[in-house]
């Protein structure tokens, strides 16, 4: 479970709440990127969430129900690690765009991970491994919970986030011209899980490259983290 916000107005504002279960996560802030990490029992921390200094941001929510064209076929990129790439900026958003354009890419075996990425620009990439992907040059907002967009409500999963994405929907639909920080986390607080908990809410202000986030629903206890410009 997860849900993901990219918001255009004055400013550019992405929000990302990461809802998982029996993981080990920490938040590292590092002078290139606030990464959300994952303790993987082969790999060790993997930075597989949040934002950079470039302005880029990573999320990565898992689709529900799981559908089998997202496995590995022997060809193509992994999901994963094009996330990586662009929030490590190893690639570009419009690079990654060009190989979803080009090549097939594919989740791991039983799980399809799915990628909502934004750049400083505020365009937004979805893929959806196996389904294909959406690119949206700086929209007013973009949602993404645990459903593919391209078969929204048509299969129902008790993880899937319709609730969640329509009440962010409604939110957004009335943001003013004047969304910021605060009326981010208002979404985010309104979307947070409890069963599979959410773990960490961020907040990206891309224009002013700063980085907000809590963690485990703590709405009073926001850290933060400024890059510098360059």
């Avoid at 196996?130 to 700086?138: C, I, S, V």
Wanted: glycine content about 6%.
């Amino acid at each position: 479970m997860c849900t993901s916000i990219v918001v255009n107005k004055k400013k550019t504002i992405v929000g990302w709440n990461l809802d998982i279960l029996d993981m080990e996560h920490r938040v590292r802030p590092a002078d290139d990127g606030v990464f959300i990490e994952i303790n993987d029992a082969k790999e060790g921390w993997l930075p597989l969430f949040g934002a950079n200094s470039r302005g880029d941001f990573v999320g990565m929510p898992t689709c529900w129900p799981f559908d089998a064209r997202s496995n590995p076929t022997g060809n193509g990129h992994n999901i994963i690690m094009l996330d990586i790439d662009l929030l490590l900026q190893k690639k570009t958003l419009q690079e990654i765009k060009t190989i979803a354009d080009t090549e097939p890419i594919f989740s791991i075996p039983g799980v399809t991970f799915m990628s909502a990425l934004s750049d400083a620009d505020g365009n937004v990439l979805h893929i959806i491994p196996g389904q294909g992907h959406q690119y949206f040059e700086k929209p007013d907002y973009k949602i993404m919970t645990n459903f593919s967009p391209f078969k929204q409500d048509s299969e129902v999963h008790p993880w899937m986030g319709w609730d969640r994405y329509k009440k962010a929907e409604s939110m957004l639909q009335n943001a003013s011209d004047g969304f910021d920080v605060d009326d981010c986390f208002a979404i985010l607080k309104a979307v947070a899980q409890e069963v599979c908990p959410t773990v960490v809410s961020m907040v990206y202000d891309v224009t002013c490259r700063a980085v907000y986030w809590c963690e485990h629903r703590q709405w009073t206890n926001i850290k933060t983290h400024q890059f510098r410009f360059t």
